[in-house]
């Protein structure tokens, strides 16, 4: 049975990595891919992984039609046996509606990844539409890492270093970018909800205003009761 699967996770998890395996894999064994994507960092009608990986690939914006494409393809006399969808965070609503035809109607497997939700723990509506209609939604197995080691399950926006919780929900960047640029930074909830990035961290321990804490100097806690 053809499937629509949402492969999901944070930024820098391996999407993109993964859906190059996908594409190696399947074209090794002879099967046609058409591969779409919209504002990779690499740039226009790329896809690219941080391994290094990249390939050509079709680039969509808002007003793109995922079904009439396919459909002029394939009357056309050309031949696609599955769809790699990246950066599916971007995509409307409706073109997601249309990737669920590609697989009912044309019988042909989708593999979308994407980002869940954005820099203010919101999701993404072209995310929200492929959780409601995938058959399969995949968390990535290689789980990126906050800084204080535990797993990042958010996307931070910083602007001249500083987290920011406001401001357009597409900014297209990177992570480890200079602290003068717009940037991004994966964390666990509980550094998001602090605002607590590896920098903010990293400064406030280098405070002169945190003390280290000396257990002979802490003040004796009064007797209960
Ligand atoms: N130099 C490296 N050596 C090994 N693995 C790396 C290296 N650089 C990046 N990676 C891996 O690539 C992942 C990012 O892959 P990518 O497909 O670009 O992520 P995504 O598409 O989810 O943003 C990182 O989480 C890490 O596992
Ligand atoms: C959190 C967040 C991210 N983006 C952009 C930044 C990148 O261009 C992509 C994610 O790419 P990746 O391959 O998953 O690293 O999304 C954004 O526009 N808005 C956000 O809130």
């Not at 996770?9 to 990595?17: L, N, P």
């Not at 995509?91 to 249309?98: G, H, I, N, R």
């Not at 602090?194 to 003040?219: F, H, I, M, N, Y």
């Amino acid at each position: 049975m053809p499937e629509l699967a949402f492969f999901s996770g944070t930024m820098d998890c391996g999407k993109s990595t993964l859906a190059l395996q996908i594409q190696h894999n399947r074209s090794a064994r002879g099967l046609q891919g058409m591969i779409f994507t919209r504002d990779d960092r690499a740039g226009e009608g790329k896809l690219s992984s941080r391994l290094g990986l990249v390939t050509e690939a079709v680039e969509t914006d808002d007003h793109f039609d995922f079904h009439g494409h396919l459909v002029r393809h394939l009357t056309a006399g050309g031949r696609t046996d599955y769809v790699i969808a990246d950066e599916a965070q971007f995509l409307t609503p409706e073109q997601v509606d249309q990737l669920a035809r590609v697989v009912d109607d044309l019988g042909i497997d989708v593999f979308a990844f994407g980002i869940t939700t954005d820099f203010r723990t919101r999701l993404f509506p072209g995310s929200q539409r492929l959780i409601e209609l995938a058959d399969r939604v995949e968390v990535l197995q290689v789980e990126a890492l906050c800084w204080c080691g535990a797993r990042a399950t958010h996307n931070a926006r910083t602007v001249g270093g500083q987290m920011v919780v406001e401001g357009a929900q597409v900014v297209v960047g990177d992570v480890r970018r200079p602290a003068d640029e717009v940037g991004y930074e994966v964390l666990c909830r509980r550094h998001h909800r602090r605002r607590l990035t590896a920098a903010a961290a990293r400064a406030g321990a280098l405070s002169p205003e945190t003390l280290p804490v000396d257990p002979a100097q802490q003040p004796v806690p009064a007797p209960r009761g």
